[in-house]
């Protein structure tokens, strides 16, 4: 079973910049497309940005422009670079595949963004 480990995440004014991290245990990584989610208190947990296995990456129009995902296949490691941070992208961040297949979510990573 995939282990989940996200990091990265803190405290940050309003357009300022964090870089979250989530590694992956096992062997699967490189063949499977992952994406980047998130979830604020009350709201339902939404896809941010997906990583297809074959390049290609996709975003939520909210942060579009704003934020870009990548990997490392060879560090099992799944990147979101966030820039121009506003106080609508405080919530939970969580990595995990697209879609979901099962397994257990990661504890995430806390981001919050204050005005």
């Known amino acids: 079973q995939v282990q989940l480990v996200e990091s990265g995440g803190g405290l940050v004014q309003a357009g300022g910049s964090l870089r979250l991290s989530c590694v992956a245990s096992?062997?699967?990584?490189?063949?499977?497309?992952w994406g980047w989610y998130r979830q604020s208190p009350g709201k339902q947990r939404e896809l941010v940005a997906t990583?297809?296995?074959?390049?290609?990456?996709n975003y939520a129009d909210s942060v579009k422009g704003r934020f870009t995902i990548s990997r490392d296949n060879a560090k099992s490691t799944v990147y979101l670079q966030m820039n121009s941070l506003k106080p609508a992208d405080t919530a939970v961040y969580y990595c995990?595949?697209?879609?979901?297949?099962?397994?257990?979510w990661g504890r995430g990573t806390q981001v919050t963004v204050s005005s």
């Open positions: 995990q595949s697209v879609p979901f297949c099962g397994g257990e």
């Open positions: 096992g062997s699967i990584f490189s063949i499977v497309t």
């Open positions: 990583d297809y296995i074959n390049g290609v990456t």
